[in-house]
Each structure stands twice: as structure tokens, then as C-alpha cells.
């Protein structure tokens, strides 16, 4: 039991249970039904995906901060495609896509190979980016095509497609993190970088790949939102680096790298979105919703400082 609970995916799976108890005690007529579930799960499907690419990056002991801003610009790119030039619907998703991963290569390039800082890198390009989805969406674009709807407002077993792609990108990179020689190696340059790359690892172009794969789940990501909502917009992904940053690190990621699963990335999405389904519930002010989730992000990267602390004090 004492090792379980050291277990930060454990710890975190019983808070869950917890809070969803609390609030279905607190709001039995609105929080517990069957709506508000498939509402909340469809609304942590996208940070979800890009909390899985974070996941991987935090394991490495690197972040992303242009993540939200690839959301809105590839979801805005594959409108504008296919609105102003009648693009078919695959060749636009696969070109925002692929632009989406060219902008995770630049990062990767510049801060593995030219030793920019992670933050100042990303920073700078969540700016450029954002930029470019004020220039390819402006106001926003809406009248879409209706096989590209069809990708995010189509329902399986009466449930919507995001929250399947959702369940199958967790289901492959949680296998892929366990079980392939290819990707774990990203836990040996997270624990030791020096020791990964005397070992043989190519360290550099491990990071590379593993900051296109994040955008390439961003890209992904922006161009479910965009169908989903019938409409591409500037604004989309505005603050979802912090959030899923916050998911990965509450599900056990380290800033310092070297820990964490995929199956943490998901819980702790998870988390955040209950919590701001409480909120809205309570009716708390938008303002005090953002002072909130700051100050869960801080508490996170808190407890990650102490069981490094006492990790090392063990040691």
C-alpha cells in the first residue's frame, strides 16, 4: 500500500474519485448525469492529445510552449485550404498537419542542435505561430465542408469521434512508451543526458523527433477542435500550454525529466477538466478560474520539487 501511494497515477486516480464524489454531493441535479459527463470528457479530449506529446517532452526533460498556438494554426490552415482555395478535405488536413510538424522540426532543430533554451525557443514560437493563425483565420472561417465536420461531430456508440481518437492516441503511445526500445530511451536522456549519449543514444536527434511528434499531436489536435466546432478560430488553444503541462506534471511527469506515463497525462487532463467543470457549476468568475489553475500548476511543480528532494535524500 505505502508503494502505491507513492504512485502519483494512483494518488492521483483516488483524487479524482474524490472530487467527483464531492461534486456530485455538492450538484446532484447538473454534475452526475449522463450530458455533463460526455461533455466534460469530450472537452479534455484535445488537451489530452497534446498532454500526451508534453508527456513525452517532460520525460525528456524539455517542454513546449507553442503547442496551443499550433492548434489554432493548423486547424486555421486546413480552413483557409480548404474555404478560399477548394481544397479537398484530406489534402488540407494532411498539409496543416504536416506544417504543424515543420514547426515543431524548427524547434527541435534550434534547441537540440543550436542549444537554444526550451522556453525562449518555444516562447518565441508560440508568438510566430499565433501570428500565422491571425493571418490564415482572421475573424475565423466557418461554412466548412461537411466530411470535414463529419471528423470531429460524428458519434460511435453515441459518443463523439474526438473522445475515441483520444482513447486510441493514449492506447498506442502508452504501449509504445512501455514496450519499445525506440521510446524509451527518452526516460535514459531524461534521467541521465550525458550518460544516454555515451551509451550511444543520439541524444540530439531523439530531442528533434520528439518536439516534431508533439507538434504533429498538436496539429492533430487544432484540426479536431476545428471540426468539432464547425469553425477555425484565432483565439483556439489560447492558454493550453499551461493546462496540459499542469496534466502531465500533476500525472507524474518531472520538470527535471526521466519519470512519468502516458496514462498520467490522461488522469491528469482528466483532473483539470473536473475541476473546471466545478467551476463553471459554481458559477466562479472566468477571472478566478485562471487565479485556480495557476495556482494548481504551481502547487503541481511544488510536490514534483519535494519528491526530488526526498528522492535524493533516499538516495
Known amino acids: 500500500m505505502a508503494k502505491l501511494l507513492q504512485d502519483r497515477v494512483y494518488t492521483l486516480a483516488i483524487t479524482i474519485v474524490l472530487v467527483g464524489i464531492g461534486a456530485a454531493v455538492v450538484f446532484p441535479q447538473t454534475f452526475p448525469t449522463f450530458g455533463n459527463m460526455s461533455q466534460v470528457v469530450l472537452n ?30 493548423s486547424g486555421g490552415l486546413a480552413a483557409y485550404l480548404m474555404f478560399f482555395w477548394n481544397w479537398p478535405v484530406p489534402l488540407a488536413i494532411l498539409t496543416a498537419v504536416g506544417a504543424s510538424t515543420l514547426i515543431g522540426a524548427v524547434n527541435g532543430y534550434l534547441i537540440a542542435y543550436q542549444g537554444i533554451n526550451p522556453m525562449i525557443q518555444t ?14 483565420s482572421g475573424s475565423g472561417i466557418q461554412n466548412l465542408p461537411y466530411w470535414f465536420g463529419a471528423i470531429g461531430q460524428s458519434r460511435l456508440l453515441g459518443v463523439q469521434m474526438p473522445v475515441w481518437y483520444m482513447l ?19 526516460y535514459y536522456i531524461g ?23 508533439t507538434a504533429t499531436l498538436a496539429g492533430i489536435a487544432g484540426i479536431l477542435l476545428a471540426s468539432r466546432l464547425g469553425a ?53 468568475s472566468g477571472y478566478w478560474q485562471e487565479i485556480i489553475l495557476g495556482l494548481i500548476l504551481i502547487t503541481a511543480v511544488w510536490t514534483d520539487l519535494l519528491v526530488q528532494r526526498r ?5
Open 191 to 213: 534521467g541521465n543526458e550525458r550518460a544516454a549519449d555515451l551509451s550511444g543514444i543520439r541524444v540530439k536527434r531523439m530531442k528533434l523527433y520528439g518536439f516534431m511528434l
Open 44 to 73: 479534455l479530449s484535445i488537451d489530452t492529445i497534446v498532454a500526451v506529446g508534453m508527456m513525452l517532452l517532460l520525460v525528456t526533460g524539455v517542454f513546449d510552449l507553442s503547442v496551443g498556438s499550433v492548434v489554432a494554426f
Open 232 to 284: 477555425a478560430l484565432s483565439t483556439s488553444g489560447r492558454g493550453l500550454e499551461l493546462r496540459v503541462i499542469t496534466a502531465a506534471i500533476l500525472g507524474g511527469a518531472s520538470l527535471t525529466g526521466g519519470h512519468g506515463r502516458i496514462i498520467g497525462a490522461l488522469l491528469g487532463a482528466v483532473f483539470m477538466g473536473l475541476v473546471s467543470n466545478i467551476m463553471i457549476l459554481a458559477r466562479v
Open 123 to 136: 516562447l518565441a514560437m508560440m508568438g510566430i505561430v499565433r501570428g500565422g493563425a491571425l493571418m490564415v
Open 311 to 315: 528522492s535524493r535524500l533516499r538516495a
Open 168 to 186: 486510441l492516441v493514449v492506447a498506442v503511445f502508452s504501449f509504445l512508451m512501455d514496450k519499445s526500445v525506440f521510446f524509451r530511451r527518452y
